[in-house]
């Protein structure tokens, strides 16, 4: 699986993406042992400095476990099936707050109004439209790689 990018007007953000991603990473990998940030990053051909703050924003938010030490990492705190892509998107964004509202100070009225009113809808779309679990998509990219006869696994 590679990253991919995303459109201006995406719902999802490729933050979000990504952290979405990272997760479905560590529901697989992470079943039998506690998976490492440099691995999962192996896996995607990127950096561990870019997952490693994404990570703990996820374990800030509880959807993330983790363990340091020689044998430490990442597993996800409860079951994959409870865990909805909705409550990824809602835990980046709550990350980023701090940030938005230091920039809508600077914004324009309309720039606000704008950006206020899409903010409203893409939450509105989260809530009804990305219920997908983490679960969903761990059998979605099973069900892939046993079509591409590739393992369950790669190490």
Known sequence: ???????????????????????????????????????????????????????????????????????????LAGDPRLISVADVVRAMRGAEEEVGRRRAESQSTMERLVSETLEAAVDGLSESNLNITIHDLVQSAESLSARDGKGRRSR
Do not use: N, W
Not at 6 to 28: E, Y
Not at 38 to 50: K, L, P, T, V
């Open 1 to 75: 699986m590679t990253l991919v990018s995303m459109t201006p007007l995406s719902i999802v953000s490729r933050k979000d993406l990504i952290a979405i991603i990272t997760l479905v990473d560590v529901a697989i990998h992470g079943r039998d042992q506690p998976v490492r940030t440099r691995d999962i990053a192996a896996r995607h051909h990127s950096g561990a400095r870019y997952f490693e703050p994404m990570l703990q924003v996820l374990a800030g938010c509880g959807l993330v476990e983790s363990k340091r030490g020689k044998k430490g990492g990442y597993r």
